[in-house]
């Protein structure tokens, strides 16, 4: 039984322990607070030398602390403060800087209140293996605890409250090291440890000397500590404000100042300006968009001074301009590498005045407004500019040192310089750091991570945070991806370990009959299940069976692999796999979201050997229709793991017939009608491009050749059993928890979604597209045909699928019922339930349906709303973020291919236009499942309404040539290395119907 | 979580520095009100409630008279000023005149109303500040007040509240953590350990409920000492007030009613 205590609250303390206010919330309504506050004596210090405090059970803070720092030779903690967190996190995670750290609560709710993302580092930080960070809830223990006094801000509340937890913290370590408490006269030294407030607040630290608390500025502690020449690198822009950096805010200012919050949110209130977020055009780099829920299309920024310091992904605020002002988005490729080579990354406002940048855009713009009269109003967008940010979203982006940027007067010194640093992503502006090891990182991939963007700068000024290795080479061309897309790629800790069975590689199920496995476990290790997956499969989470019934009608099961018997709520291995959310696939690496013994072992279903599953098991009529289901925890054995190849030729051979083969074959006929029915209930047959890499072999994994991925029946019979397992899983788990119940939605596109598509098909082909409910659209589809050209339709479909919404996990209490559907599949619901090793959602789903079927209570977490919300955030973020790095990853391959391919040759293929620009052609080759862009450096003639371009034959007499969408061209391609970025990109080049290689 | 405050954070405490099992302070002032027989100011943490009990006397009308028993009449005025948001409530607000109810017939299984048939006993409770628990704070103070007017009482009436956030149980909730957490309030009677109420107005797993009544049922008994010291200290200084030596006669049956426990 719990000791329960009523704890006392001293009215004498009634100053520091309670408050009542009112406030006025932003309705104008005038609230009264009540706030009490029990302060205690046995809040631990974690200092494992103390004796008055309750011992932790792992005091973190070791007994002298660390030994290595200069100004410290009695040993040391260190306690930073909030602003430490908020601009030098990069310092404090890295493995270099080790000394142990006192976090006072104080710390983290201001961290918290102030960024969201930095307090999610800063508590993965705290739990990161190999740095001791200790949690002291310094507003909680009576002698830390203080009240806001009065005229007292409360930033320098909060900055008092961290000198009172410093000194306390000393003094208290004093009464730890009694012996060394005397001052020997004469002796400066201090020889016990101490707690060092870490600030780079001036002020703040001129108070705390005066009180006698030690303390000293990041960069001070910096030079002195171990590793000070790489930790240096790692200090952000902010910290060296004091070092010189003021002088630069003074020069030109080169962008508007952002309005005040109260301004900026007054504004989005009544309609006046717009909310949203930024999303920069990876075609032109001086123009951005930003969708906002007022206006039916994306307002545009024109020009840096509109974008005003946005970076991708930042939510902004717009004000939009009059509608006279309103432009169309530029129909140029404008690229920055090669507009912006001269800059000179030493001034920042100052540089190039000749505006070698802004000429291009100029000259443009001359050309545009031009243009601009002839197109039709219907074509302008909302145009605006940025006036503001709600909130910044910058990260580390990978990045590549430009060369151009390095002094030239001194290239191999180690002097500090400042160099451009241009992001791998297109969507983002390069950015200005200072570095002692320039030389050293060229031809390097480097993170680097934006601190600030002053107005007077052009470009924002970040820090490095640490080299990936040299471009191009595989290893960190790996991990820059998984950096790019936030995958946690880290090998798992040891308590994630720790929640394996104890048996590792040797678990097998029990013997039958012993209770505890057999629980509950229905006995199908006798029915013929075989498990029919890609080539190279490891972990096989599903497996199927059928067999005729006696009564004419077909049993057909779907048999899960039973991860939920491993992994189980609330220990380090489930925190684990939710916050990694997917499993991710590059083309040579996989990134578990489970540990491989789970993964590939345990809960692989592979043949011949009895593994644990969960079983879906329906009676179907001969005509697929479903009699009933049931679901049952169960223990099988796989007869056979087929490729898919495999699988058809051995049921398309008429020789075999044992059950194995006639299971297979009565799968084949049921799946035939399910995708009948679906598709007859307007399903959407859509298309993605997908190319299969081939590796040479699996340790040089160099790529040979790239091919388009193959389907035959066998995928489409899996395929069709995982869909009606999932939506059975999904109805049922919906009726026994609708509130919590972990679905999987796809929201209808809106129709505006597919103007342009439309416009385009309507103009170059004659044909429409009807998309007023998935089935029409299913239809149209099937009719956009061209006799000669059987891949157009695949194209076509291509192009639809870009338009339409990514579907979505979600929770069933926290969105209407009516927008439960998937439109893509045409069903009412729908969930995932298929592949618990490689996505969490599917870990969700089973745990509800063990529960709805009555197998285990349902953990108290899945009860909660909030909690799975939470939970179904994150896995959806992950989930996109797997898709982008997976394609990303064979983007990378096919252009090694390509490589590889264009020694021997060079490389043509027969490729779609899929944009027109004013100077080039979006073209896409479906064979490489690649897109790339051709462009023309001489005049073309563009016709923007019917998508077309013309190009004017290069001899007098010739004819011109004139190009548009959907037409087939052929194109050269090549790899070239950009001198500037060391970027590897593939550039393409007409070869008919005109060769462009001159134009 | 649409709030940034932490219900439980990761050292166990909650927003005010409690750990899961620990109440809030309890302190309770007997001072008389007006004319009343007997009255209570109750403050647990920061919410403070005022019960002043009349009775037994003779009933208003002839309506509410019952025949062989005493009718109890429980009247509840929450104070403007005592929530979050000003508002006047009228007399007839419903969620009154159920809060009204509740305590009447939580105590109709406790008071020995058999004793005064035809008689009525007026309970009016004042809500003076508001900062969780409600309940529980009514039916605590109306146990002290019953007592302090000397109506004979089988046993106390202890009531607290109890939560779960996520998977961690936790007692005696404050408005910050009622708003954002299933909660039930327990109200239970130590000597026998039978209970007189259990309500819930959340959503909360059956598996969960188990865990949490039996928790609520034990911090009744630590309640229960809490309410026995003030009325033991009360009756005391009553003792010595009256001049009287040691163990006055006329006083023993109350202290007798409260100390047998």
């Given at each position: 039984m719990p000791h329960i205590v009523i704890k006392k609250r001293p009215s004498e303390e009634a100053v520091i322990t309670q408050r009542k206010f009112f406030k006025k919330t932003a309705r104008g309504k005038v609230i009264k607070v009540l706030r009490e506050r029990y302060l205690r004596d046995d809040v631990p210090c974690g200092l494992a030398a103390c004796r008055a405090c309750p011992p932790p059970d792992d005091p973190v803070l070791s007994h002298y602390g660390d030994l290595g720092h200069a100004a410290f030779p009695g040993g040391h903690y260190v306690l930073p403060d909030t602003n430490v967190f908020l601009s030098q996190m990069d310092l404090i995670e890295s493995p270099l800087f080790t000394p142990p750290i006192v976090l006072l609560q104080t710390v983290v709710d201001e961290v918290r209140h102030r960024s969201l993302p930095l307090y999610n580092r800063l508590t993965a930080l705290a739990k990161t293996e190999g740095k001791a960070v200790w949690l002291f809830y310094n507003e909680y223990r009576s002698e830390t605890a203080i009240v806001r006094e009065e005229d007292e801000s409360p930033n320098d509340r909060n900055d008092r409250a961290i000198r009172t937890a410093t000194a306390w913290y000393n003094a208290h370590l004093a009464l730890a090291h009694p012996?060394?408490?005397p001052r020997i006269p004469g002796q400066n030294q201090v020889k016990h440890p101490q707690v060092v407030l870490l600030t780079d607040d001036a002020a703040n630290r001129e108070i705390a000397q005066r009180d006698g608390v030690p303390c000293v500025s990041v960069r001070k502690y910096v030079e002195g500590a171990k590793d000070a020449t790489s930790l240096l690198d790692l200090l952000a822009a902010a910290g060296s404000e004091d070092a010189g950096g003021q002088g630069q805010g003074q020069g030109r200012v080169l962008y508007d100042d952002y309005l005040p919050t109260p301004t900026l949110l007054a504004g989005i209130k009544a309609g006046a300006l717009h909310q949203g977020h930024f999303n920069a055009n990876q075609y032109n780099y001086l123009e951005g968009t930003v969708p906002v829920p007022a206006l039916a299309k994306p307002v545009l920024l024109v020009g840096r001074a509109n974008m005003n310091r946005a970076v991708q992904g930042d939510v902004v605020v717009v004000e939009v301009f009059d509608e006279r002002e309103w432009r169309a988005p530029g129909d140029a490729v404008v690229d920055m590498d090669a507009t912006l080579k001269n800059d000179d990354a030493d001034d920042s406002g100052e540089e190039g005045d000749g505006d070698d940048d802004e000429r291009v855009p100029l000259a443009e713009g001359e050309r545009e407004r031009k243009a601009l009269e002839k197109k039709a109003p219907a074509e302008k967008q909302p145009t605006g500019r940025v006036?503001?940010?709600?909130k910044r979203n910058w990260r580390a982006y990978v990045c590549h040192?430009?060369?151009?940027?390095?002094?030239?007067?001194?290239?191999?010194?180690?002097?500090l310089q400042t160099v451009f640093a241009t992001p791998v992503s297109r969507l983002l502006p390069r950015i200005r750091l200072r570095t002692r090891q320039a030389p050293a990182l060229l031809g390097q991939k480097v993170l680097v991570t934006i601190d600030r963007w002053a107005r007077g700068s052009r470009y924002p000024e970040g820090h490095f945070v640490r080299a990936l290795g040299r471009a191009e080479s595989r290893e960190a061309e790996q991990e820059s991806l998984l950096l790019e897309f936030e995958v946690p790629y880290r090998p798992f800790g040891r308590a994630v370990l720790g929640c394996l069975p104890v048996e590792g590689e040797g678990w097998v199920v029990p013997p039958k009959g012993e209770g505890g496995v057999w629980r509950e476990r229905e006995d199908l290790r006798e029915l013929d299940i075989c498990s029919i997956d890609?080539?190279?499969?490891?972990?096989?989470?599903d497996a199927l069976h059928a067999r005729p019934l006696p009564n004419g009608n077909i049993e057909a099961g779907v048999h899960i692999a039973d991860v939920s018997h491993f992994v189980h709520p609330d220990t380090p291995m489930d925190s684990e796999a939710a916050a990694r959310g997917t499993t991710v696939y590059l083309v040579d690496k996989r990134i578990d979201m489970l540990p491989a013994l789970l993964g590939t072992n345990l809960c692989s279903l592979r043949p011949h050997v009895e593994r644990l599953a969960f079983s879906a098991i329906w009676e179907l009529t001969p005509e697929a229709d479903i009699v009933n289901v049931r679901f049952t925890k169960s223990v099988i054995a796989s007869k056979a793991a087929f490729e898919y190849g495999e699988a058809q030729i051995r049921k398309d051979d008429p020789n075999l017939t044992d059950p194995l083969t006639q299971g297979i074959r009565l799968l084949n006929t049921l799946a035939q009608k399910l995708k009948a029915k679906r598709m007859a209930a307007g399903a959407l047959n859509l298309a993605s491009p997908e190319v299969k890499i081939h590796l040479d072999s699996s340790e040089s994994s160099d790529p040979v050749d790239v091919e388009q991925k193959e389907l035959r029946e066998t995928n489409s019979l899996v395929e069709e059993f995982m869909l009606l397992a999932n939506i059975s899983v999904a109805r049922r788990i919906q009726e026994s928890f609708p509130q919590t119940a972990v679905l999987r939605r796809h929201l209808p596109p809106p129709s505006t979604n597919f103007e342009k598509l439309q416009d385009i098909l309507r103009k170059r082909r004659g044909l429409t597209l009807d998309v007023s409910s998935s089935g029409a659209l299913a239809d149209s589809l099937d009719k956009c045909l061209d006799p000669d050209e059987p891949a157009f339709n695949t194209l076509v479909r291509i192009m639809a699928t870009r338009c339409m919404l990514s579907a979505e996990y979600f929770c069933s209490g926290s969105v209407s019922r009516d927008t439960f559907g998937h439109y893509g599949l045409a069903s009412p619901i729908y969930t995932h339930f298929t592949s618990p090793i490689r996505r969490y959602a599917d870990v969700l789903a089973h745990r509800q349906l063990a529960a709805a079927i009555g197998y285990t209570p349902l953990h108290p977490s899945l009860h909660s709303k909030a909690h799975v919300e939470r939970v179904v955030d994150v896995v959806n973020r992950r989930h996109r973020m797997a898709q982008m790095a997976g394609r990303a990853s064979v983007e990378f391959y096919v252009g090694l291919a390509l490589k590889g391919r264009g020694e021997k040759g060079e490389v043509t293929e027969e490729a779609f236009v899929i944009r027109a620009f004013r100077n080039g052609l979006g073209v896409f080759v479906s064979k490489l499942g690649l897109e790339g862009l051709v462009m023309f450096k001489r005049d073309t003639q563009f016709d923007a309404e019917n998508y077309a371009i013309t190009i004017p034959s290069s001899d007098a007499g010739g004819k011109d040539v004139t190009i548009s969408v959907f037409d087939k061209v052929t194109v050269r391609i090549e790899v070239e290395k950009d001198k500037n970025t060391q970027r590897g990109r593939v550039k393409m080049v007409l070869v008919s119907p005109v060769d462009s290689s001159e134009l | 979580m649409g709030s940034r405050v932490e219900i439980l954070n990761d050292g166990g405490f909650r927003s005010d520095g409690r750990r899961q099992y620990e109440l809030r302070d309890i302190s309770i002032d007997f001072s008389l009100q007006g004319t009343a027989d007997g009255s209570v100011t109750i403050h647990h943490g920061l919410t403070q409630v005022l019960v002043s009990v009349f009775g037994p006397r003779e009933a208003k009308s002839r309506a509410q008279t019952i025949h062989d028993r005493a009718n109890i009449n429980v009247e509840v005025n929450i104070a403007a000023f005592s929530t979050g948001e000003r508002r006047k409530r009228s007399r007839g607000d419903k969620r009154i005149l159920e809060l009204a109810s509740t305590i009447k017939s939580t105590f109709e299984p406790a008071i020995q109303t058999h004793l005064y048939p035809r008689s009525q006993i007026d309970v009016f409770i004042q809500i003076l500040q508001l900062d969780g628990g409600l309940l529980p704070a009514c039916i605590n103070g109306t146990t002290l007040a019953l007592a302090a007017a000397g109506i004979p009482l089988f046993d106390f009436v202890c009531a607290i509240t109890g939560g779960v956030h996520s998977a961690s149980p936790m007692l005696d909730l404050t408005t910050l953590e009622e708003n954002d957490i299933p909660h039930i309030t327990v109200a239970m009677m130590p000597k026998t350990e039978r209970v007189t109420l259990v309500t819930m107005e959340t959503r909360l797993h059956v598996d969960r409920f188990e865990e949490i009544f039996g928790l609520a049922v034990d911090a009744g008994k630590v309640i229960h000492k809490e309410m026995k010291l003030a009325v033991q200290a009360r009756t005391s200084s009553l003792v010595s007030s009256l001049g009287v030596g040691s163990k006055p006669e006329g006083d023993r049956g109350m202290a007798m009613e409260l100390d047998d426990s």
């Open positions: 012996q060394s408490a006036v503001g940010i709600i040192i430009a060369p151009t940027s390095l002094s030239s007067s001194a290239p191999s010194s180690l002097s890609p080539p190279g499969c490891q972990d096989i989470d | -």
